[in-house]
């Protein structure tokens, strides 16, 4: 079974700080996503990464950097977290980009204070 | 312009009743993708199905099952005889990136 990581379930940041989100999946895929899920919004997709070092920007890529150096991991930056960055962070993988079924992390709860 | 509409927000139905989730997709794409997805209350969102453009066959898996309309635009989701382990957030989405705003399906016992 596919197993998608996110390093944590909730986080408790301060405006301004920089803060990371890693994902890490297991199955060698070469797609990573990263979501914003808000209440009444559903999933809105921020960035997602088809290879290594290659990113495009999602809906809502303003106040978020991503990086994936290895494969396996893809990072979500909040360069300076404002109050309106806490959400639940969703990160997802599946392999190439052909529709298939994505494969989801339990999500980081993000406060910002 | 690509988007999932998932016009119920809440249902609340008694266990053992049959219920419907509503998705409508719009795009203009000829060949495209449908899925829906749960997420229970612990947070992971768990892949239920995918529909491609070309194969409109209905699909019952279990107490599951699918009726994709091209014609309405439509793919929804009908659980029979529902129990509480059904209650969850259920999203549609289309092509991968574009999600519903999802469904908060409530099973009372």
């Known amino acids: 079974d596919v197993k998608v990581t996110q390093s944590s379930r909730y986080l408790v940041k301060r405006t301004g700080e920089k803060v990371f989100l890693e994902c890490v999946q297991d199955?060698?895929?070469?797609?990573m996503f990263w979501y914003r899920q808000d209440p009444g919004l559903g999933l809105r997709l921020i960035y997602f990464?088809?290879?290594?070092?290659?990113?495009e920007k999602g809906d809502i890529p303003e106040g978020y950097s991503v990086s994936r150096e290895k494969k396996e991991r893809f990072s979500l930056i909040l360069e300076s977290a404002s109050t309106n960055q806490t959400s639940m962070y969703l990160c997802?993988?599946?392999?190439?980009?052909?529709?298939?079924?994505?494969?989801f992390g339990d999500g980081t709860r993000l406060s910002i204070l | 312009a690509q988007k999932v509409t998932q016009a119920q927000t809440e249902i609340s139905v008694v266990e053992k009743e049959d219920v419907t989730l509503d998705c409508v997709y719009e795009?203009?794409?000829?060949?495209?993708?449908l899925f829906w997805y749960k997420q229970p209350p612990s947070g992971e969102l768990v892949f239920l199905i995918r529909?491609?453009?070309?194969?409109?066959q209905n699909e019952i898996s279990g107490r599951y099952s699918w009726n994709f309309q091209k014609s309405t635009s439509s793919f929804n989701f009908t659980i029979t005889a529902s129990q509480v382990v059904d209650s969850a957030v259920y999203f549609c989405?289309?092509?991968?990136?574009?999600f519903g705003t999802g469904t908060s399906l409530t099973v009372i016992p």
């Open positions: 997802a993988s599946n392999r190439e980009y052909s529709n298939q079924p994505q494969h």
């Open positions: 199955m060698d895929h070469e797609n």
């Open positions: 990464s088809y290879d290594v070092k290659m990113k």
């Open positions: 795009t203009r794409d000829t060949t495209y993708y």
């Open positions: 529909r491609n453009s070309f194969d409109e």
């Open positions: 989405a289309l092509n991968q990136f574009y």
